[in-house]
Every structure is written in C-alpha cells, then in structure tokens.
C-alpha cells in the first residue's frame, strides 16, 4: 500500500470533488429520469399515447409553442414533464378528442436520453439569449439589485448537472442541437405564426389540419391568451406574460451584460443566427 505524505493529500481534492459532484449529478439524472417515465406511463395507462416533449430553455417561448401544438393537434397539454398532477400554465385540453399529448421540459438531454421511451417525440424552442437574459431576470430573480447579472452569471456558467439552472444557455442548447431534434426559432414563429409552425410540425412528421392549425394560432395569440387569464384572475398566469417582444433585451438589459454574455455564448448564437 502506498503511504502518502502528510501535507500531499491536499492534491487529492480536486479529484476527489469532481467524482463525488460527477456521482451526484448521476443520481439526479437517475431520479429525474424515473420521474419523467413515470408520469409518462401514468398518462399512458389514462388512455393516451404518442407523447411529444417540447423542450427548451425557459423563457424561450416553450409554454405558447406547447399549447400550439397541442390546439393544432387537438390534444391535452399536461404541463411539466416528470410532475403529475401539476398547475403550470401550459396545461389546457383535457377534453380535446386526440390520444396524443403534449409535455414542456426544461430538463437537459442527458435525462431525455434515460428515459429511453421510443414513442417519445421531441421538438426544440430556442430563444436570442440575450432576451432570454432580460425575462429571466425579471421572472427568476424578480428585478431585485443585480438580477440582470445574476441571470447572465447562470446562463454563462456550465456546472454539468440535469437541470436547466445546472448548464450554460450554450451547453443545453447544443446538446439538443447535436441530437437533430427538430427546432424552431421562437422570433421565427413570432413573425409568420401560421407558416413556421406548419413547417415545424411537417420536419417533426406531425399530421395535421392546416384549417385547425389556422384557429389554434388565432386562439393561443398573446391577446387573447391574456384576455383569458385576466377574465379568470389568475395572477400567476399573468406575471408568466410579459410582452414577448424580440429585442427586448436593448432596453432591459445592462450593455456590460449584453457584451458578457454575447462573449461567453458566441459560437452557438452565431450557428443559430443571433450573432453575425
């Protein structure tokens, strides 16, 4: 047995730390796949089947292009993947004739490719990162002092883990990218609703009404959306809308913020067209 030097085990700590961080993320990954295949089984002995996930970072426009889908197709929304029972605001539909149904997930890719299930379909929402940034903190930190940097630091900083919080905005998006996971850009389907989801849908081999797909995106508008939730007061749902506008992040955010985070994201914003 080799002995080692008092005052050299020091060295050791560094490696000792990365396997028990590694070990734990393993764990979470582990759990958080059980919960995710758990739920979808549950709604599949419900009666359903042909489960689609959207994913994506949040504040990426997930929930719209959620509940789009799942008006287009005329099936449920059940909200977030891997919570049953759950009151996220993308869940609607439950009377909707479809056996299909819908998921959102924020969950990385490593717990997707866990959860192993053949009949999943996933489709991917990406969003500028800097307007990403600007509803983030407004959203995750509530505009407290320093929320616009606290956002910037956690969309920048990669600690390998199976969450969302726990990846830089580059490092979960590139995964799904490397996946061939049919994506749309959210400023795309902004500008011509109609056109690039039914372009989305086609590269994901979803069929569909082109007359329903037309009377979800009247229906799922931000206006009327809006309308819907201040009629039923619910605050929740209304602090979840803000206005959704491209570019936003040249008013909302610090320029020293805008740069920091331009820098440390480049390559991926530039695959993706957000950077020249």
Not at 37 to 42: L, M, N, R, W
Not at 180 to 189: A, K, S, T
Not at 245 to 271: F, K, Y
């Amino acid at each position: 047995m080799k002995i080692i030097p008092v005052g050299s085990s020091n060295k050791l700590l560094p490696t000792m730390k990365n396997i028990y961080f590694a070990a734990r993320t393993f764990r979470k990954i582990r759990k958080k796949t059980r919960f995710i295949a758990d739920h979808i089984s549950q709604i599949e002995k419900d009666g359903f089947d042909e489960p689609i996930v959207v994913v994506g970072y949040p504040k990426s426009g997930n929930t719209w292009l959620t509940r789009l889908i799942a008006d287009t197709l005329n099936c449920p929304s059940k909200g977030y993947a891997g919570i049953p029972c759950n009151h996220d605001i993308a869940v609607e539909g439950d009377d909707r004739a479809s056996n299909r149904f819908l998921l959102k997930s924020h969950h990385v890719r490593a717990s997707w490719d866990r959860v192993r299930n053949p009949r999943v379909k996933m489709i991917s929402i990406v969003r500028d990162p800097r307007d990403v940034a600007a509803s983030g903190a407004h959203y995750h930190f509530h505009n407290q002092p320093g929320a616009a940097a606290d956002m910037v630091s956690l969309m920048t900083t990669e600690r390998h883990g199976h969450y969302w919080n726990r990846r830089s905005w580059a490092g979960y998006v590139d995964d799904f990218l490397a996946a061939g996971i049919p994506l749309i850009r959210y400023e795309d389907l902004l500008a011509d609703t109609e056109a690039s989801l039914a372009r989305l849908l086609t590269d994901a081999g979803l069929d569909f009404d082109p007359g329903r797909l037309a009377k979800a995106v009247e229906n799922q508008s931000f206006d009327k959306a809006r309308a819907r939730y201040f009629e039923a007061g619910n605050a929740d749902r209304i602090r979840h809308m803000r206005s959704g506008r491209v570019g936003s992040h040249a008013e909302e955010l610090p320029p020293q913020e805008v740069s920091r985070l331009s820098r440390a994201l480049a390559p991926t914003m530039v695959d993706l067209g957000y950077l020249r």
